[in-house]
């Protein structure tokens, strides 16, 4: 069976059981990279050596070149980023099960992939992998899912597609939402605000989205939408947070989100002139 097709799609929205979730993950999510855990090995040595050298006495400027110091960089960032990763559950900070874990796979993507490096936000994607995978599959997932176009776009903050990508939602914002759309443009609550912070954790840290909450976010000015929207909801249970999510329509006069990209992408003027700037 096909995993786009239907019954596949029906029985995801309705639990998958831990028992077989990182299966599951990584066949949907694929491995078109061909990673192997060989190479994540790999990746993992070089990380650790240069977690050594960091460590280290710096070595004159002369003899360092741009690329290494980003990449040092990045996974210097890595260390301040993980305690911040769900502190409340308390196994990804120092001393945690996990620490360790994460810190592995966030350092080997940083020597994959060091023209991207490390971004703030990608611990919450890591994490929630490694707690349904084992580590080398969790980096095989974890390297697929930010191969995918829309998210390499932001994590190499490729200027010109992010601003395609806010026009593309604001399209079917606009047309599935119009009232609540008209009340984020009167208080210029414009994407660039609360999609990148959904798209850099793959909504592992923010689930909250307008279709949700619209009646909730109408009465609100801008800071507490703002805040609203990048936060994950207290107390909306699973079944219901899922069912709500299946409610939301991707469609816009017939059109899907591929479409409404590439039209974008081929007349940047259909835009949302709002996010010129």
Not at 92 to 100: A, S
């Amino acid at each position: 069976m096909g995993c786009t097709s239907r019954r596949v799609r029906d029985l995801w929205w309705q639990g998958i059981p831990p028992s077989v979730r990182g299966k599951v993950w990584s066949l949907a999510v694929g491995n078109d990279l061909n990673i192997t855990h060989e190479l994540y090995n790999i990746c993992l040595s070089r990380a650790k050596e240069k977690w050594r050298t960091t460590a280290a006495p710096a070595p004159e400027p002369e003899t360092e070149d741009a690329g290494s110091s980003d990449r040092e960089s990045s996974l210097e960032l890595i260390k301040l980023d993980i305690s911040r990763t769900f502190p409340h559950l308390c196994i990804f900070q120092q001393g945690g099960p996990y620490h360790d874990v994460l810190h592995s796979i966030l350092g080997a993507y940083t020597c994959y992939r060091p023209d991207v490096g490390y971004v703030q936000g990608m611990s919450f994607i890591a994490a929630v992998l490694i707690l349904n995978l084992d580590t080398a599959d969790a980096f095989i997932a974890f390297a697929n899912l930010l191969n995918k176009p829309c998210q390499m776009a932001f994590f190499r903050v490729d200027h010109s597609l992010m601003l395609t990508y806010f026009s593309a939602f604001e399209v079917f914002f606009e047309e599935n939402l119009p009232k609540l759309f008209a009340h984020f443009k009167k208080n210029n609550l414009t994407p660039d605000i609360y999609l990148i912070d959904w798209i850099f954790t793959l909504y592992s840290k923010s689930a909250v989205g307008p279709g949700m909450s619209g009646d909730v976010l109408t009465c609100m000015d801008f800071i507490h939408m703002a805040q609203f929207l990048t936060r994950l909801p207290d107390l909306i249970p699973g079944e219901q947070l899922f069912q709500q999510i299946s409610a939301v329509h991707m469609t816009s006069r017939n059109r899907k989100w591929a479409q409404v990209l590439q039209a974008l992408q081929k007349d940047p003027e259909r835009g949302s002139p709002v996010l010129k700037r």
